[in-house]
């Protein structure tokens, strides 16, 4: 198999196979070192095979530039020899979802089983995924999900409708939301502001932020804020006497798990006073404040200077979808032959 991208049909073809087999099963992943997730795509796919807990399945990976036209001189000959290498026999079962699998099986004078070839199971192929990842995005195997995904973070100062616009992007866009971490430890420990809870409010939002992948089966992840925020606030110079400076390790937590867009709301809405805000009556940051954490870490942002409520979802809308469509364009590769 290509697998580009691995998808719910690979998987079950091989469930398929190991269910034939008496003595194990080879699944042979054929890539071009030229094309996209190369190498990524084989070891989301021996990832997946191992989380189906079946014993003696085996892949394989070729990685080579080769024909990949079946009618040039010599292009079964080759696939003869690569059968051949892999150990395979007429005494071996060939099983695919192609009509290819047919003189594969011949070449070697092994015995074909056809599976789902008119995908009356599970009607997804991955030319189909290729074209439109973001609307087919449930037929890719969740171990390579997290290559197409976008995660977005709505950033900014405090009271300027983050929550409110986070909620409202994933329902539109079907997205798995991400609360702020530092809001229920506050609620449900201590509402001070000490090193032990800072660091502890980063050890919480980074492991929400790497939970993220295992929670959804949606293209898209929106985050109530991430770990640049809990950057920002350790940052401010009003707490460096309580909790001295940022940590470095932080800085590069935040950096490993940035979002591929931020979109940024301007505190140009009426001010909500709350009790976990710093004072509880007055915004902590400007909004040039978070701009320049997004110029200093090199984030991908944009501003959302409306103050309409539609407005505001609606401009968010289109610029998520612009970052999602150039990430889907990383996949969008014709492969031909097998």
Known sequence: MTAMPPTTGHLQLIQFASLIANTGVEVIINTQPHEPFADERAAALKLAVKHLGVKDIVVKHISKTIEQNPQAPGFWKMWQGFMKDFGATSDDYIVASEVYGKKLAEIIGAKFFPYDIDRTLNNTKASVIRDNPIDNFANIIPEFQPYLRTTITVFGAESTGKTTLSRQLAQEIRGQWL????????????????????????????????????????????????????????????????????????????????????????????????????????????????????????????????????????????????????????????????
């Open 179 to 338: 609360f702020e971490y530092a809001r229920p430890y506050l609620e449900n420990t201590v509402n001070d502001i000490t090193t032990d809870s800072m660091t502890a409010i980063w050890q919480g939002q980074k492991a929400l932020q790497k939970q993220a992948n295992n929670l959804t089966n949606q293209p898209f992840v929106i985050q109530d804020t991430d770990l640049f925020s809990t950057v920002g606030y350790w940052q401010f110079p009003h707490w460096q006497k309580t909790i001295g400076k940022c940590p470095t390790e932080l800085i590069n937590d935040a950096i490993a798990l940035k979002s591929d867009l931020y979109i940024i709301t301007k505190s140009n809405i009426p001010f909500e006073k709350d009790p976990l805000r710093y004072g509880g009556d007055v915004r902590e940051g400007s909004d040039e404040y978070w701009i320049d954490i997004c110029k200093q870490y090199n984030l991908p942002y944009i501003i959302l200077d409306t103050n309409n409520p539609t407005e505001r979802v609606e401009q968010a809308k289109a610029a998520i979808l612009k970052v999602a469509n150039n990430k889907a364009r990383l996949i969008s590769y014709d492969r031909k032959g097998l």
